[in-house]
């Protein structure tokens, strides 16, 4: 907590704070679906893109809750940090943090969970494998999206595919309803989840495509964060 | 590697090594089955309770290969590490790592994968979520008790119950031919699994149960490491 706070104070005192006095909501990491009391179904995210947004926008002065899944990262400094394991936690601390200025969705959240989670550990009984029934899980991304009071300023997801990025981004921003979407290939030849480098494309409800090719994530989450408070400062709307 | 060097020299000079000429397999954490590039099923395993097994091995003399399934922990000084995600490949290497004197499948190891593993990442397609069907996996504990030239002359393997934990883990041992099973409770309650402590009992094939309650990970192991120098000290065979 010392070592937090002196760092907090350092990295208060170097650089300007355009994001003073704004919300920023993150998530980050995976989650995990149980399938009983010792099994679940997990993905590949790291959180170090997420955390490193969230550690951006922090350091450009932004007010920082940071809802993240099951990693084995450390805190980032100066941001208060919300620890859930289900897409539903997620989805109910999200809910909870509002109102944001800036909700950035960076989590892997599982599409589905298992439908009916066992009390107990599942048996090899004889009687063969289980069938996994699955069931949709809630979608964060598209709930904090949609218009209304409580709508945070700019939202912006994130898309993780193994193949045609581009055209799978562009179909899940209109779909979502969110102003950006940074996409990235996380194919396993990439070493994406799990690596400390990212190639992605920032894609905006108007204007063109930026490609930030090869990075540290820690680049990416700084550059990330200094697009949104172009964003703030242009006195853009959401949707400009 | 020079600190890990180090630590193994100093190892090496404290306390007797009864253990000196025995080579010991020694299976830790849990596996990745996967379902797609970026998802899995995974559980609740941690390693710490198989690796301070193979650490406790070690400093009793054996020679230890550890094979590991995706853990967060440093690999035990001393000890040859060999890594792994799934189910299959823990037990190629296993059967790569033979002969062995001992065999202690401290893994949790998953009864089941998935049965097509998808190539390209599982989209919503709004056709509805996924069923998974799934597969057993190969037994690893019940291969390597078969009996035979390559069967180790102690295999010891782990139970881990969320109830009737003592039943479960003596029909565990007829099963699977082994000769030993630890078996602890990993309910939910407990904290065993991802905590540092761990309350097990010893159950043999011969002979009274013994009971260690709650000791931390470290000591679980070391007094499974001095009851398997007191096996081989005693020349017992497997089954006395």
Redesign the interface.
Known sequence: EIVAALADFFASRDGPKPLAGRHALVTSGPT?EP?D?????????SGKQGHAVAAALADLGARVTLVSGPV?LPDPAGVRVVKVETARQMLDACAAALPADIFVAAA?V???RV?AEAG???K?DGS?????????NPDILASLSIPGPQRPGLVVGFA????DVLAYARAKLARKGCDWIVAND???ATGT?GGDRNSVHLIRLHGDPQSWPDLPKAEVGRRLAAAIADHFASGKSADA
Chains 1, 2 share one sequence.
């Open positions: 995990h399938i009391p010792v099994r679940y179904i997990a993905n590949r995210s084995t892997a599982a599409d589905w439908a107990q550990k599942l090899k063969g494998p289980p069938t996994l029934v699955m069931a949709e993780a595919e193994t193949n996380v194919s396993p989840f």
